[in-house]
């Protein structure tokens, strides 16, 4: 492959489950899920050149060190390029820069995100025009999330992740108002698969909540949304992991309209009125905790080339600066 052509840049978002209710184990031994998963304006940056190898590199200005990454023959990245070669009997290679933003086992999808912006970027960069099903169904493979962020934008996730569907059914340009939250983060690492052995799985949240959840969102109305937000995870999270407990409480006491607990933690977010009250949560938490104002991209695109700095202009690419009104 020529090295002439010039590098392919993707943004990768963090995501927040509006809504996770967790069924009984099935047959194939995954969980039975229902879950309102939605980008947030926090990314990883992901750079693509072409080369003769697969080589991953970690950028400087990341704010994750590299050894929170783990070992490279389990990084999602690398997994995602070697299953197009093997797949497309390809022998082209890439040099990925990565610059991490998003917190590593935080429930926050940065590893799934990656690997869905790696499947995008190489199918491009490589030629070779795979539709996005298929797509989807070689990143299932590696994740019961990542077909959620290979689709892109807000996605209800069914099955054990793999089953799709489209929170609305409205135009593509019909827009839905973001959410503004404040996401925290105690450094916890919350192991995913120690968190559902340790659940005690019934879908007993209400099955209405989603309908809730999806129309509150759409109309921008944070006060009937703040009561339906479900985790079935939360409670033994919570018992289990005390720090996260403790940043959800801080998150409480700043004046969030609501705290959740974001896919399997240890990430937790609070719902705020609008950019001024985030702003506002935000200066009260604790020194020391991590945390970042963000809002909700209903409409993402994780191939998508589209001009970031236009969505989320800020320095650290975490905290976005548009103002959303209030409910």
């Not at 943004?11 to 947030?40: C, M, W, Y």
């Not at 995008?120 to 298929?134: K, M, Y």
């Not at 839905?176 to 105690?186: E, K, Q, T």
Request: aromatic share 6%; glycine share 8%; with cysteine.
């Amino acid at each position: 492959m020529s090295h002439q052509i010039a590098p392919l840049i993707l943004h990768a978002p963090a995501k927040v489950n509006l809504t996770l209710q967790v069924g009984p184990v099935r047959p194939d031994g995954f969980h039975e899920l229902d879950s309102l998963l939605i980008p947030v304006t926090l990314f990883d940056t992901l750079r693509f050149t072409p080369a003769n190898t697969l080589e991953l590199l970690h950028a400087p200005d990341s704010e994750i060190p590299p050894e929170a990454l783990g070992a490279p023959e389990h990084n999602l990245i690398l997994r995602a390029a070697r299953l197009l070669q093997r797949e497309t009997s390809t022998s082209f290679g890439a040099t990925i820069h990565l610059t991490k933003r998003i917190p590593t086992g935080a429930g926050l999808g940065g590893g799934s995100s990656d690997c869905a912006a790696t499947l995008h970027a190489l199918n491009r960069l490589w030629n070779l025009n795979l539709p996005i099903p298929r797509l989807e169904a070689l990143s299932a493979t590696l994740g019961s999330d990542i077909p959620a962020f290979v689709r892109g934008g807000a996605q209800r996730m069914l099955g054990r992740g793999e089953r799709l569907e489209s929170p609305w059914n409205t135009p593509e340009n019909a827009p839905i108002p973001p959410l503004w939250l404040v996401l925290a983060n105690c450094g916890t690492h919350c192991s995913t698969k120690e968190v559902y052995a340790h659940c005690t799985p019934a879908l007993t949240s209400p099955p209405e909540v989603y309908y809730t959840v999806r129309s509150s969102t759409a109309r921008g109305a944070v006060s009937e949304l703040a009561p339906a937000l479900v985790n079935d995870l939360q409670d033994g999270v919570f018992r289990r992991y005390p720090q996260v407990a403790q940043s959800a409480r801080e998150l409480e006491q700043a004046g969030a309209l609501r705290v959740l607990l974001s896919g399997s933690g240890a990430t937790v977010f609070g719902l705020a009125r609008n950019r001024r009250h985030a702003e506002e949560m935000a200066r009260r938490l604790p020194a020391g905790l991590w945390n970042r104002i963000v809002h909700t991209i209903a409409r993402w695109c994780n191939g998508s080339t589209r001009d970031f700095d236009s969505l989320c202009p800020s320095s650290n690419l975490g905290r976005a600066t548009t103002d959303s009104g209030s409910d």
